[in-house]
T-cell receptor, first 113, second 116 residues
């Protein structure tokens, strides 16, 4: 069965510093990996996804994620954090077929001015 | 472009009362539709998903039910609400294209349900 782990409940980073939100996955076949962001009392917004090809995926709002097959990871990164990046971030995976995404528990990012 | 609507945005209901939440999608045909619940601002629990009219898959046993009376309409219902039904309910859609795993799910704005 496919699964996703986000090992950190909370990540704190100073404004202007680089940020990383961690995600590891478990699938039996090829993974299709997604990142979403959620602001308070809002729906989830799609940031980026890895399907195939280049291991570094670029997405919205300056975010990028690096797919590492050997470490089964898909960490979300941004070179310089903004206070407005403070939100709840979800990693998700789909293994194959026309099935719903499986989400991690979420990581709350707090960027401090 | 495609848009997804949910209503109401917020709802306060007494225990034992019925529930009906509605989700509609515009700008696409024959989408996959999903209902998720999010408790305490954290993880997402998949409740139901549908690949077509009248086709509903239930992921967890509960006192909730879902229906898809039209291609782009997805309804979440309950006959009698429990306190534990409180949460943030999110509807999502994705394109139905055979068995492509690459398609993104897009979420609606959510409904905040409080059961008192």
């Amino acid at each position: 069965a496919q699964s996703v782990a986000q090992p950190e409940d909370q990540v704190n980073v100073a404004e202007g510093n680089p940020l990383t939100v961690k995600c590891t996955y478990s699938v039996s076949g090829n993974p299709y990996l997604f990142w979403y962001v959620q602001y308070p009392n809002r729906g989830l917004q799609f940031l980026l996804k890895y399907i195939t090809g280049d291991n570094l995926v670029k997405g919205s709002y300056g975010f990028e994620a690096e797919f590492n097959k050997s470490q089964t990871s898909f960490h979300l990164k941004k070179p310089s954090a903004l206070v407005s990046d403070s939100a709840l971030y979800f990693c998700a995976v789909r293994e194959a077929g026309n099935t719903p995404l499986v989400f991690g528990k979420g990581t709350r990012l707090s960027v401090i001015a | 472009s495609q848009t997804i609507h949910q209503w109401p945005a917020t709802l306060v209901q007494p225990v034992g009362s019925p529930l009906s939440l509605e989700c509609t999608v515009e700008g696409t045909s024959n989408p996959n539709l999903y209902w998720y619940r999010q408790a305490a601002g954290r993880g997402l629990q998949l409740l139901f998903y549908s690949v077509g009219i009248g086709q509903i898959s239930s992921e967890v046993p509960q006192n909730l039910s879902a229906s898809r009376p039209q291609d782009r309409q997805f309804i979440l219902s309950s006959k009698k609400l429990l306190l534990s039904d409180s949460g943030f309910y999110l509807c999502a859609w994705s394109v139905l294209r055979d068995t492509r795993p690459r398609d993104t799910q897009y979420f609606g704005p959510g409904t905040r349900l409080t059961v008192l």
